[in-house]
Nanobody
Framework: QAPLVESGGGLVQAGGSLRLSCVGSEINFRLKSATWYRQAPGKQREPVATIASGGAKDYTDAVKGRFTISRNSASRTLYLQMNNLKPEDTAVYFC??????????WGQGTEVTVSS
């Protein structure tokens, strides 16, 4: 499968915003779902937000009301809009799909650092 490439991370102060992007051929309507994950220093990777091909969305409680997942199938891009960022959001963020996860394939991720 073609890789998924994450971008948009960086250093931001608490309360700020970032928009992450994930581009790849799997980001289209043939997908059942796509998910943003994050891995904080010293912690396991965890799912943050998921969008189904039909548009249904699911978020972990820690980011509800602050993060928004969306997808543009024409440009084959998955987005994660992150508002009101907190220091505990500091992590490397990854995007992935069920098929790639089944094969244990992950991209390089994009690093988000939130300072207080």
């Amino acid at each position: 499968q073609a890789p998924l490439v994450e971008s948009g991370g960086g250093l931001v102060q608490a309360g700020g915003s970032l928009r992450l992007s994930c581009v790849g051929s799997e980001i289209n309507f043939r997908l059942k779902s796509a998910t943003w994950y994050r891995q904080a220093p010293g912690k396991q990777r965890e799912p943050v937000a998921t969008i189904a091909s039909g548009g249904a969305k699911d978020y972990t409680d820690a980011v509800k009301g602050r993060f928004t997942i969306s997808r543009n199938s024409a440009s084959r891009t998955l987005y994660l809009q992150m508002n009101n960022l907190k220091p505990e959001d500091t992590a490397v963020y990854f995007c992935n799909t069920p098929i790639r996860i089944h094969k244990n394939k992950w991209g390089q991720g994009t690093e988000v650092t939130v300072s207080s």
